[in-house]
């Protein structure tokens, strides 16, 4: 089950059931599958709360992955900052829904086993996001 909640901010709009077509099978391209995914949209007040309270950072992030997956069965709480998402969205000069896609499968692509924190990971991290985009815009067109 894929579920969507909020915490202390409106929920964004978003095509449930194309999102959770689209999560299934980029799961299924790396050999997985979807076995409790939740996303949990906040400000940056509440994903500063969870960094310091459970990973000891005292800083703001566009996302924080709860991963709970067993072998190839993934799971997780998926923690999104709507306010940093649309300062990246800024940043990037890129719009608030393509920015929210990215790191929403980025979340995913951490649950299917994709690191990004040492040398060389990143680009395969952004190689992945780009691909999952990819499949994004696919499933639209159908």
């Given at each position: 089950m894929i579920s969507f909640?909020?915490?202390n901010i409106k929920m964004p709009v978003i095509q449930r059931s194309l999102v959770r077509e689209w999560v299934r099978q980029v799961a299924a391209s790396y050999g997985c599958t979807e076995n409790g995914i939740g996303f949990i949209f906040c400000d940056?007040?509440?994903i500063l709360q969870v960094n310091r309270q459970f990973l000891g950072h005292d800083?703001?992030?566009d996302i924080i992955t709860f991963d709970y997956s067993?072998?190839?069965k993934i799971s997780g709480e998926l923690y999104i900052s709507l306010d940093?998402?649309?300062s990246n969205s800024l940043k990037y000069?890129?719009?608030f829904k393509n920015e929210l896609d990215r790191v929403m499968i980025h979340g995913v692509l951490h649950l299917c086993g994709?690191?990004?924190k040492r040398p060389g990971e990143r680009a395969i991290m952004e190689a992945a996001e780009n691909r999952s985009l990819v499949l994004l815009d696919n499933l639209k067109q159908k």
């Amino acid at each position: 089950m894929i579920s969507f909640s909020t915490c202390n901010i409106k929920m964004p709009v978003i095509q449930r059931s194309l999102v959770r077509e689209w999560v299934r099978q980029v799961a299924a391209s790396y050999g997985c599958t979807e076995n409790g995914i939740g996303f949990i949209f906040c400000d940056d007040e509440k994903i500063l709360q969870v960094n310091r309270q459970f990973l000891g950072h005292d800083y703001y992030t566009d996302i924080i992955t709860f991963d709970y997956s067993s072998g190839n069965k993934i799971s997780g709480e998926l923690y999104i900052s709507l306010d940093t998402v649309k300062s990246n969205s800024l940043k990037y000069a890129t719009s608030f829904k393509n920015e929210l896609d990215r790191v929403m499968i980025h979340g995913v692509l951490h649950l299917c086993g994709i690191n990004d924190k040492r040398p060389g990971e990143r680009a395969i991290m952004e190689a992945a996001e780009n691909r999952s985009l990819v499949l994004l815009d696919n499933l639209k067109q159908k």
